[in-house]
């Protein structure tokens, strides 16, 4: 039987200063300054009482450059195309929030995150979530006209190979044990707010009704890679976290009877941490068993939450949802981008801690 894991985070965290410095410097101890923090991050959680820990993202420029690091076919600037962002000691040297664009044949050099579980695994005082980004979050702003479609016919061609690569990386997590398998997938707002539904038709020629239903399918197509496994798995949606940033709004409601009933996950790892989330009432549709973990907690901002509204909130949740079927986290992670979001190191824990003790009280 899978565990409830009541207190969840979405897995990144703010990178510390020593971190943050050694990637400015291109420091050649740069793997062993990754390591140290990692452990520390890693018992943290366990400390506040965390039944699952990740690596904070620490290896990661963004939460989707392992995907970025891992292929061939990419330029990091859509301005520059042909330009190569690297200094001449090698290092990339592009900002963190920098599409890739593509310009050949996507062609994978080295596994996603094999850097990372080895030691999650070794280190770990709690089952492991690992983080990957959606295939989907790549075609809206890889795919550029004149360009990519030189090599791929269009998004879909391009998700295809995306899959390909993404199904795999499932696989291998699943295959060295680890626990949690949570896919991030902020591009699932573009079918949410009407303006992105706009931009979709008109500046990608994409029609947004067959897009969502072709991203579903993608999504189970990685899951299924794992699903024997008995790891949980789970899918994260938000609308845009970089460095407290978003770019869309709008509720569930257009989509949610579709994306809860069609994606075959254990959990739903939901924004709800402010007005432009809309309403619970789109739960209405989660499928009996699912797990929603209620994204109350805000990572946007420095103000803190109070575990009697966070309660309070919940329990209105649980009108769509059974209580026994919800759990509470953040609504996205504290660093979706290495420059992290405008909050403390001190402020990200003890949000962390207020999720940890919210869980407690209500879940006994």
């Known amino acids: 039987m899978k565990k409830h894991y009541r207190a969840d985070h979405v897995g990144s965290f703010l990178r510390p200063q020593s971190l943050l410095a050694a990637h400015a410097a ?8 990754e390591d140290e923090n990692i452990r520390a991050v890693l018992n943290r959680q366990a400390d506040l009482g965390f039944e699952i ?25 859509e301005d520059a195309i042909g330009y190569q962002w690297k200094a001449a000691s090698g290092v990339n040297t592009a900002p963190s929030h920098v599409p890739g664009i593509v310009v050949s044949k996507l062609r994978q050099t080295r596994r996603l995150t094999g850097a990372e579980t080895p030691f999650l ?4 005082r709690t089952d ?8 989907n979050q790549f075609p809206a702003i890889s795919f550029k006209r004149g360009v990519s479609d030189k090599v791929y016919a269009n998004h879909s061609a391009l998700l295809a190979d995306i899959v390909t690569i993404m199904r795999s990386e499932v696989a291998a ?24 539904r706009e931009w979709l038709r ?19 197509t990685c899951f299924d890679a794992a699903r024997a496994s008995g790891a949980t798995l789970a899918m994260h949606l938000c609308r845009g976290n970089n460095r407290g940033n978003w770019y869309a709004q709008g509720g569930y409601d257009a989509i949610a009877e579709k994306l809860f009933s069609g994606l075959q996950v254990d959990r739903f790892l939901l924004e709800f941490d402010d007005e432009r989330s809309g309403t619970f009432e789109p739960l209405r549709f989660i499928p009996a068993g ?55 190191e001190e402020t990200q824990w003890a949000k962390l801690k207020l999720v940890v003790d919210t869980a407690r009280e209500v879940w006994k």
């Not at 695994?121 to 770990?124: F, G, I, L, P, Q």
């Not at 897009?211 to 399918?217: S, V, Y």
């Open 26 to 33: 291109h420091d050649e101890r740069l793997r062993e300054i």
């Open 121 to 124: 695994h070794a280190n770990s």
């Open 173 to 196: 997590l699943a295959g060295e044990g680890v626990q949690y398998i949570q896919i991030d997938t902020p591009r699932y707002s573009y079918y949410i707010d009407p303006k992105w």
């Open 202 to 220: 008109t500046e990608t020629g994409v029609d947004p009704d067959v897009a969502l239903d072709e991203a579903i399918a993608a999504e189970n």
């Open 290 to 344: 699912t797990t929603v973990v209620l994204g109350l907690v805000s990572t946007k901002h420095p103000e803190m939450e109070t575990k009697e509204t966070l309660i309070r909130r919940i329990k209105e949740a649980s009108k769509y949802v059974p209580l026994e079927n919800l759990a509470l986290s953040p609504q996205c992670g504290f660093a979706s981008v290495m420059e992290g979001n405008p909050v403390t």
């Open 128 to 135: 492991v979530k690992v983080t990957l980004p959606s295939p």
């Open 53 to 77: 820990s990740t690596d904070g993202e620490f290896r990661r420029s963004n939460f989707m450059s392992d995907f970025w690091d891992s292929v061939e076919g990419l330029a990091l600037d």
